[in-house]
């Protein structure tokens, strides 16, 4: 496994691969990695001959700095992990590989990008499509792999690649968990024993609401949800919120014609957890 770190040493490998008609699947990461990051790696080489994992903090997504600073960074025990999975390069880049200059580029994201996880971590999205772009840009990939976990992340990424004409098939993969429920994240780590005892209840508390639908309203069914996990000490609901998955939009009432997904996120003591369900 090639461990790279600058870009042009990617762009030459990626080179010499496209010579030899090989594809290309890429995983994009922060690092940290867990058994959710790794069913991405899994998939790419299932359908891919060489994938590519990048690690990198990307600065410009993060609206809160010490949420930057605590973000957990083990790079040793990654490369291992991906050692034995198999993968064939990691691009580690430095912030000022990435970012020689700042990125003035502003992207217009719509509605996608003021909702939800817009609306709390304001900036957010224009950051992750500021790296993504300088990925795709850099690693040139055939697939590239997004956990639905982050399930605005994906389609938002879904659509900027649309619309920048980007040759890039983006590949959903479903959400990894613990066997309590809780969505696995690199973020679990900064939790201590009691918060992680509870944590689990934001899935279970969605999961219940899901087989319930039929007896509330959206609007009631939402308000219970959150009434429900707020009622739990240690937890604290930011938003939840039941959307077209196409549009983001909130539904209105379970006749609305599409795939429904309910987003959450919620705050752990200090640590915010994000997490979604299929209504
Ligand atoms: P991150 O390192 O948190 O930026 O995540 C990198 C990629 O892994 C993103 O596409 C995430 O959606 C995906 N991912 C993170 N956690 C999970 C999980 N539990 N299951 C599936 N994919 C995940």
Same mark, same amino acid.
């Given at each position: 496994?090639q461990?790279?770190?600058?870009?042009?040493?990617m762009?030459s490998?990626v080179e010499n691969?496209?010579?030899?008609?090989?594809t290309?699947g890429f @995983?994009?990461?922060?690092?940290a990695l867990?058994?959710?990051?790794?069913?991405?790696v899994?998939?790419?080489?299932?359908?891919?001959?060489?994938?590519v994992?990048?690690?990198? @903090?990307?600065?410009t997504?993060f609206?809160?700095?010490?949420?930057?600073?605590?973000?957990?960074?083990?790079e040793?025990?990654d490369?291992?992990k991906?050692?034995a999975?198999?993968?064939?390069?990691?691009f580690?880049p430095?912030?000022?590989?990435m970012?020689?200059?700042?990125?003035?580029r502003?992207?217009?994201?719509g509605?996608?990008?003021?909702?939800?996880e817009?609306?709390?971590?304001?900036?957010?999205?224009?950051?992750?499509v500021?790296?993504?772009?300088?990925?795709?840009?850099?690693v040139?990939?055939n697939?590239?792999?997004?956990g639905?976990?982050?399930?605005?992340?994906?389609?938002?990424?879904q659509?900027?690649?649309?619309?920048?004409?980007?040759?890039?098939?983006?590949v959903?993969v479903?959400t990894?968990r613990?066997?309590?429920g809780?969505?696995k994240?690199?973020?679990?780590?900064?939790l201590t024993?009691?918060q992680?005892?509870i944590?689990?209840?934001?899935?279970?508390?969605?999961?219940?609401? @899901?087989?319930e639908?039929?007896k509330?309203?959206v609007q009631e069914?939402?308000?219970r949800?959150?009434?429900k996990?707020?009622?739990?000490?240690?937890?604290?609901?930011?938003?939840?919120?039941? @959307?077209?998955s196409?549009?983001?939009?909130?539904?209105?009432?379970w006749?609305?014609?599409?795939?429904k997904?309910?987003?959450?996120?919620v705050?752990?003591?200090?640590v915010?957890l994000?997490?979604?369900?299929?209504?």
């Open positions: 496994m461990i790279i770190k600058s870009k042009a040493e762009t490998f691969q496209k010579r030899e008609n090989r290309i @995983v994009p990461t922060m690092g867990h058994e959710g990051h790794l069913a991405l899994r998939e790419s080489i299932k359908s891919n001959s060489r994938t994992v990048s690690i990198f @903090v990307n600065p997504q609206n809160n700095k010490e949420d930057l600073r605590l973000y957990p960074r083990d040793q025990a490369f291992e991906l050692r999975e198999k993968c064939d390069a990691v580690f430095t912030v000022e590989e970012y020689p200059e700042p990125d003035e502003i992207f217009d994201l509605s996608l990008a003021t909702v939800m817009g609306e709390f971590r304001p900036g957010h999205f224009s950051g992750v500021q790296i993504v772009t300088k990925l795709f840009d850099t040139k990939p697939r590239a792999y997004f639905k976990k982050d399930f605005q992340q994906l389609t938002i990424i659509h900027i690649t649309k619309q920048l004409n980007y040759n890039i098939d983006i959903p479903p990894v613990e066997k309590d809780l969505a994240s690199s973020r679990n780590k900064l024993a009691e992680r005892k944590a689990p209840k934001i899935f279970e508390i969605m999961s219940i609401a @899901v087989l639908k039929e509330y309203s069914l939402k308000n949800v959150v009434s996990i707020d009622a739990i000490d240690g937890l604290r609901t930011e938003y939840f919120d039941i @959307v077209n196409q549009t983001l939009m909130s539904i209105n009432s006749n609305e014609k599409c795939e997904v309910g987003c959450i996120a705050y752990c003591g200090k915010r994000i997490d979604n369900i299929l209504f």
